[in-house]
């Protein structure tokens, strides 16, 4: 268990290395002058060389490089090329509502696929279960976006019950509020990502129940329903486990595509809008941040299905 | 029997093969011919309902929305196929890397892979917005590489199975060279799989080219987009709130081709499947929770907004047939 938590963390660093050699060189190997794309055509010489000094332009790469990454490890993102201001205090600020949404969204795309996901196995065959399996398809081709949009149709526009966009200024003081400004997002990304997810729990439901336990306990007179249940639930939820760990991504991309829909305040909006402004030091940290997210995220995912499963145990040992 | 005309008895890939043949058509007639021409304004016939001459309606500054859309299946088919093109050449070049070479390559591919699979397509192009300014080859480029990177995983123990074969090491001893073993025996090999993931692959990227349109680092502001009409429609949403379904619908339902097309594929060319008597032997439970799934979980993850079920080892299908994309990949990760 030690050896492969070391093996875990060892890759989760290298990864996490090698994630950010590659956003810094995307945006250093830029055709032409970094300061141009950054001040744009019209700047004046003053204005650039003021920007090169502050990136430390001049200096090699490998040193760019260094500063940067030695400034995150003492949590220091950099500064906007375009405000000034830290880089890192801005994220924190914006991980208030970006947070919140993505784990809401998650819980209601578990809440749809958990349910929905195993009775579809359990009806399979049936009417039920494919029209369960055939609309997770239908939904999971939705554009997040669209679904978005027809959430708002319905239940602002028609129905009136919650916001079209926006988060009330005074944040979370106001959790209520705050909620209810979330709650269409949220839906808006967990009702896609719920169908995705749908299709993986039935097709690990489908695993759980040509099992040798689970016939044993039908054999012995339970219900297959029963027997399912009673004996092949944690193996479901071990499965569960290790989806939300695939999920986290498109989490994070429904997050950005969703903040923008809703105009949140949140990650999502901000890298939008940094990557408009060509705020690069912005860009580089951002991504870095929610790229770690999805690595960090992937690793302790592995490690508690590690944890939980008891056959991988017996391999460890 | 002929693959095509299974694929045609197969109910999900006739639909998407219908679906896409559809696109390619519109994206064909357009360069030619529309209804109405799709970027002519016309402030007499803004917001006109669905009638004969306008099926889906009029916008904002009197376009006519099927038009658009008609148009804009150009953008859809160019980004599909491009992103295919992309993702397929960096995925083989990739998995051949990470099978041919030596051992240290494969190794430091296999790292390369890990982690280019972490990142969201959406983050990857965001990224290439960021440096290049947005444009429908930074979508390209990003699906291209996003997926590219999926492909080279499902094919890469494919290409090492192939690798094994005997056929194979009396090619080499005959002394046919790497490239040539690529060609004549991998290539042809792995093309079914291949085919399968394109279909996928062109799924996402339609996808992300909505979702990139949308917000405003994909196709530019004079070309007729999905992802773009939805977002200038989307302004208007508290006016004319159901002009939103056009686009929405037609990006679903050729996003939903694409899936069902690669479903019906993978159906048609999984020899598990195509013998019955094969397919019995298939385990019924061996992908769901093997470590794989784990795995799958630290790695797997580009353009995720979409079809995850199909690029990662754990299939949605897989138990009910453990399709030859699959199973290879389950065992790696047990190692």
């Known amino acids: 268990m030690t050896r492969f938590l070391l093996t875990r963390a060892l890759l989760l660093v290298l990864g996490l290395a090698v994630a950010s050699v590659l956003i810094f060189l995307a945006l250093r190997l830029l055709p032409g002058d970094v300061a141009q794309v950054i001040a744009g055509t019209d700047a004046t010489p003053e204005r650039l060389a003021a920007i090169r000094d ?18 995150l490890l003492r949590g220091d993102l950099g500064n906007s090329v375009v405000t000034g201001t830290p880089v890192a205090g801005e994220i924190w600020e914006k991980a208030q509502v970006t947070l919140p949404l993505a784990l809401l969204s998650m819980l209601i795309g578990l809440a749809i696929a958990g349910p929905l996901g195993v009775a579809a196995a359990l009806r399979r065959g049936r009417p039920a279960g494919f029209a369960l399996s055939g609309g997770a398809q239908a939904l999971a081709a939705v554009p997040v976006i669209w679904a978005g949009m027809l959430l708002v149709i319905v239940f602002s526009l028609w129905l009136g019950w919650l916001p079209a966009q926006g988060f009330p200024r005074a944040g979370w003081s106001d959790p209520g509020a705050a909620l209810r400004s979330l709650l269409l997002p949220a839906l808006t990304i967990g009702i896609v990502e719920g169908a995705a997810m749908l299709r993986f729990v039935r097709s690990a439901t489908l695993g759980v129940m040509g099992q040798d336990f689970v016939r044993t306990a039908a054999a012995a007179g339970r219900t297959r329903t029963g027997a399912l249940l009673s004996h092949g639930l944690p193996s479901v939820a071990l499965s569960i486990v290790s989806v939300l760990g695939i999920q986290v991504a498109g989490l994070l991309v429904g997050t950005v595509l969703v903040e923008n829909l809703f105009t949140l305040p949140g990650i999502g909006r901000m890298l939008v809008a940094d990557v408009g402004n060509r705020d690069l030091t912005k860009v580089q940290s951002e991504i870095l941040v929610l790229t770690a997210i999805v690595l960090i995220i992937g690793t302790l995912v592995d490690v508690v299905h590690r944890l939980l499963d008891p056959r991988q145990r017996e391999v460890a040992r | 029997m002929n693959p095509l005309r299974k694929l045609f008895r197969h109910p999900a890939g006739l639909f998407g093969a219908i679906v ?16 109405h021409d799709p970027v002519f304004t016309d402030s007499a016939r803004r917001w006109l309902a669905p009638t004969w001459a306008y099926p889906f309606g009029t916008d904002n500054s009197g376009r006519d929305i099927f038009s658009l859309i008609v148009a804009g299946s150009r953008v859809t088919v160019l980004v599909a196929v491009g992103s295919a093109l992309g993702a397929g050449i960096l995925g083989l070049l990739l998995a051949s890397l990470g099978a041919l070479t030596r051992r240290w390559v494969r190794e430091g591919v296999a790292v390369l892979i890990d982690v280019l699979i972490a990142f969201p397509t959406l983050l990857i192009a965001m990224l290439l917005a960021a440096a290049w300014g947005g444009s429908l080859l930074v979508v390209i480029v990003a699906v ?14 494919e290409i090492r199975a192939v690798l094994a074969a005997d056929y194979v090491l009396a090619a080499r001893a005959s002394g046919i060279g790497s490239l040539g073993i690529l060609r004549r025996h991998v290539i042809p090999n792995i093309l079914p799989v291949l085919i399968v993931q394109l279909s996928w692959g062109m799924a996402i990227a339609i996808l992300a080219e909505a979702g990139l349109s949308y917000l405003g680092y994909g196709a530019p502001a004079d070309t007729p987009s999905w992802g773009r009409l939805l977002s200038e429609l989307q302004t208007y949403i508290g006016i004319q709130p159901l002009s939103v379904l056009w686009p929405g619908a037609v990006i679903t339902i050729t996003v ?54 199909h690029i990662t080892p754990v299939s949605p299908d897989a138990t009910e047939a453990a399709s030859i994309s699959e199973t290879p990949e389950t065992q790696e990760g047990t190692r």
Do not use: H, K
């Open chain 2, 256 to 309: 939903l081709g694409f899936n069902l097309l690669g479903d019906g594929l993978r159906d048609v060319t999984d020899p598990t499947l195509a013998d019955p008597i094969l397919s019995e032997t298939v385990p019924a439970s061996n992908a769901p929770v093997s470590p794989a799934a784990a795995a799958g979980a630290t790695s797997d993850s580009s353009a995720r907004e979409t079809e995850p079920a």
């Open chain 2, 144 to 157: 291209s590489i996003g997926f590219g990177v999926n492909i080279a995983r499902v094919t890469r123990p």
């Open chain 1, 54 to 71: 502050s990136l430390g332009l001049e200096r090699p790469l490998p040193v760019q490089y260094g500063e940067w990454i030695g400034g």
């Open chain 2, 20 to 35: 896409v043949a559809v696109l390619v058509l519109s994206a064909l007639v357009s360069l030619v011919w529309t209804p």
